[in-house]
Each structure stands twice: as C-alpha cells, then as structure tokens.
C-alpha cells in the first residue's frame, strides 16, 4: 500500500502492544524471519529499546524493514513532541523512523485548549518530516471530529490513522473520511485479543477454508482496505498469520462478518480517553 507521500508501508504490521521487553526482541525477529516487515512499537510500549534490537539483529537491509513508533500523551506539545521524538529514536538506535504517530488526541473532555495541544504536537511531527528524521507521520485514535481539528491548521494531511478496528467495530465513518482525504488506515486489535476466534460465523469460514479464524480476521481487514497490526510471541502463529494476505474470501463471506454485532473489543470513545 502506498501513503500520499509515495512511501509504500507493508500491508500487514507486527504489533508489540503488552509485550513483555523479555519477550519483545525473541518475537519481533522471529516475526522479521517469517517476513514481516512491519513493526509497530511505541514509547508507551517501554520495547523500543528491544524493538531496535531485533531490526539490527536480523540482518535484513534497512531499508525493508518499517518501523513506527508513536507519541505519548503526556509529550504532546511542540517542544515535548520533538525531545519524545529524541527519546524514541534513541531508544530504537535507528537513523530515521519510518512512520510516527500521535497515539491518542488530547480531547475536549479533559483539556481545554485541545485544538492548541494536537496542533502543536503535530507541527512538532511536520517538522521531524521535514528534516527527514521520519519517512512518514500520522495520528491513531483520530476521529474524523479530532481530524477535522487538525486539519484548520495543519500544512501536511496525516498519512495513516491507527484505530480500533475488528469485527463489530468498523467505525465505517472514521474510515470514509479517511478514505476522502487519502489517510491510510491501520487496525489495532483485529482479533480483539482472541475474543472474535470463536465466534460461529468466523469459526465456520475458517474451516470452510482449511485455515485459522485467525487468518479469516486478518483476510477480512486486508478486504476492507485496512492494515492490520497483529500481535503472538507464538512462532507458529506469528508464521500462520502473515499467511493471511494469501487468504481470498467470498463477497459473501465478507459481507457476513461486517455484519456482526458486538463481538468484543473495547469499543473505545477516544474524546473518554485520558491515559496519561
């Protein structure tokens, strides 16, 4: 999949979301050696450091491997933005980060001048783009109300928006808006944590197809026109889900799982959203 900007970025991503640092360096290589090229980390992870690790372990030329990492809520602003920036690039010991993003908005809830705290944080972001420390930038949890915030004082359209996407949740707004403005959309939790495995409609496919549910998740998001980011310390698993971009569904099949009801999930209002 290419960005606004020409960069391609793998149409699958790795995901290190509550992995543990022992585990993180021994999973993401693996991962790398099975052929993923996508690795999503973030400062709010605490992996970077093992993250970097295992990219420089692997031998694999750099320039194939994409690396995003993100913003933490309590560094947003312009000057904080740029010193986590630091941070994180020093942490992950690479000469440039493929993708960054802002990991949550601030939200209107909470903080009275939002509009002023995501718009500094994301001149911080034109700025590293600018310079090259950063191949591409981006927001996640961004709802089109967030978005259209943004973009009354932003010069450069965020080129990816990672949001909370699984079966169930499709957030079919947040997705036409982006798709409008050309925002390249990644899931985090596609398989909610397990919980859309054992769902009938999902199992039923899977053995339709001689294939995980897993892989009928993961196939379904790739349909939708979404990069799914995917998480196992698991060999196997890390193995077998790659598999899913091989993984072709009927339109019927589709359809049945974008119309599911709750499946699970946390199902997140971002604007109620105060991690710090």
Known sequence: ??????????????????????????????????????????????????????????GIPRSEIFVTTKLWNADRGYDSALRAFDRSQEALGLDYIDLYLIHWPASPFYWDDWRKLNADSWRALERLYRE????????????????????????????????????GWMQRDCLEFCAQRGIVVEAWAPLIKGEALGHPVIAGIASAHSCSPAQVVLSWVLACGVI??????????????????ELKLSDEELASISSLGYVGGRCYNPDNCNFL
């Open 1 to 58: 999949m290419r960005l606004t900007n020409g960069i391609t970025i793998p149409d699958m991503g790795f995901g290190t979301y509550k992995m543990a640092p022992e585990d993180t360096e021994a999973s993401v290589l693996c991962a790398l050696q099975s052929g993923w090229r996508h690795v999503d980390t973030a400062a709010f992870y605490r992996n970077e450091v093992e993250v970097g690790r295992a990219v420089r372990a692997s």
């Open 132 to 167: 090259g420390r950063v191949k591409a930038i981006g927001v996640s949890n961004y709802m089109p109300r967030h978005l259209t915030a943004l973009l009354e004082s932003a010069e450069i359209v965020p080129m990816v928006d990672q949001i909370e996407f699984h079966p």
């Open 228 to 245: 799914p980011l995917c998480k196992s310390v698991t060999p196997s698993r890390i193995a077998d889900n790659l598999k899913a971009a």
